[in-house]
C-alpha cells in the first residue's frame, strides 16, 4: 500500500492533532500564598502530591515542593514557573513528550492560566499508549514498503535465516487457508525486517541509519517498546529514549513514508544488493 497526499494529510493530522497535553494532564491542586506551609504539606503528603500550584491575586504564579520547609506560608518557598515549562493546553503529544525530556514536570496553561500538569508518570495514561503503538506500526510500514520497492522477487529472502523463513511460510500457508495471501513479506516479524535492512546497505542508505549496529540497536529499542506497550507494562523507566526519538521523528517519518517512491526512484533494486 502506497500513500497519496490525502493519506499522508489525513495521518499527519491524526498524530499532531488527535493526540493533545489535555488528554493526559491532571487538575494542577493549588492553595492560596498565605496558607500555612505545615499544612499545605501535610496535604500534598495525604494526596500523593509532589507539587501544588500556589495562588497570587486569584492566579497560580508559582508551586510548592513536597519536601519544601514547613515553616511560614507557602509563599515564602514559592518556586516560580518557567515559562519554558509551560505548554498550552492543545500542544500535540510528540511536542509535549520532548518538552519533557529535559524536565521533570510541566504545567498547563487553559483559559489563561495556569491549571493542569503533566509529569512522566502521565505517559503511562491510554492515549500515549495508543499514540506510541501506531508510531511503532508506521515504522514498521515504512521498512516493508522500503524492502518491497528493493528487494523486487523476494530478493530479501537471502537476509533471512532458514529458521525465520521457515516460520515465515508457516504462517503464509495458515493465512492460505484462511483465504488470504498477503505475500510472504507480510509474514515476517518485525525483527526480521529489521535485519533485512542491517543487513542490506541499499535500503540502509535510504534511513537514517548509518551502519547495520545502528538498525540492530533500533530493533531491539523498538521491539522493547512495542512488547511493553502491547502487555501494559512501564514504558518510560526503559522505553524513555525511544519514545523521545519517535516523538521527534514524527514528521519525517509520516512524509518520508509518502514519498518512498520518490525516494527509491534513483536507486535501481536488484537483487543481493
Not at 239 to 265: H, M
Amino acid at each position: 500500500m502506497y500513500w497519496n497526499n490525502s493519506t499522508i494529510d489525513s495521518l499527519r493530522h491524526l498524530f499532531r492533532e488527535g493526540f493533545k497535553a489535555r488528554d493526559i494532564a491532571e487538575p494542577l491542586a493549588s492553595l492560596d500564598a498565605s496558607t500555612p506551609a505545615a499544612e499545605a504539606l501535610s496535604l500534598m503528603q495525604a494526596q500523593h502530591f509532589d507539587v501544588v500550584g500556589i495562588r497570587c491575586n486569584g492566579q497560580v504564579a508559582g508551586f510548592l515542593e513536597h519536601g519544601s520547609p514547613a515553616t511560614g506560608v507557602c509563599g515564602d518557598h514559592m518556586q516560580p514557573i518557567d515559562e519554558a515549562r509551560v505548554v498550552p493546553e492543545g500542544a500535540p503529544l510528540a511536542d509535549t513528550i520532548l518538552a519533557l525530556d529535559d524536565s521533570p514536570r510541566l504545567f498547563v496553561r487553559l483559559l489563561g492560566g495556569i491549571a493542569g500538569i503533566i509529569t512522566l508518570d502521565d505517559l503511562q495514561k491510554p492515549p500515549v499508549r495508543m499514540w506510541l503503538f501506531g508510531m511503532v506500526t508506521l515504522t514498521e510500514m515504512r521498512m516493508h514498503l522500503l524492502i518491497d520497492l528493493m528487494c523486487p522477487n523476494d530478493s530479501w529472502r537471502q537476509y533471512v535465516s532458514e529458521g525465520r523463513l521457515k516460520k515465515a511460510e508457516e504462517l503464509l500457508e495458515e493465512r492460505r487457508r484462511r483465504n488470504q495471501n498477503p505475500g510472504l513479506l507480510h509474514c515476517l516479524q518485525f525483527p526480521d525486517k529489521m535485519g533485512i535492512i542491517a543487513r542490506n546497505e541499499a535500503i540502509r542508505s535510504l534511513t537514517r541509519f548509518t551502519s547495520r549496529r545502528q538498525v540492530e540497536d533500533a530493533s531491539k529499542a523498538l521491539e522493547s517498546l512495542r512488547n511493553n506497550l502491547a502487555h501494559s507494562q512501564d514504558i518510560v523507566s526503559g522505553d524513555w529514549k525511544t519514545i523521545v526519538q519517535l516523538s521527534a521523528d514524527l514528521d519525517n517519518l509520516i512524509k518520508s513514508t509518502g514519498q518512498i517512491r520518490e525516494v527509491v526512484n534513483g536507486h535501481k533494486p536488484t537483487p543481493g544488493t
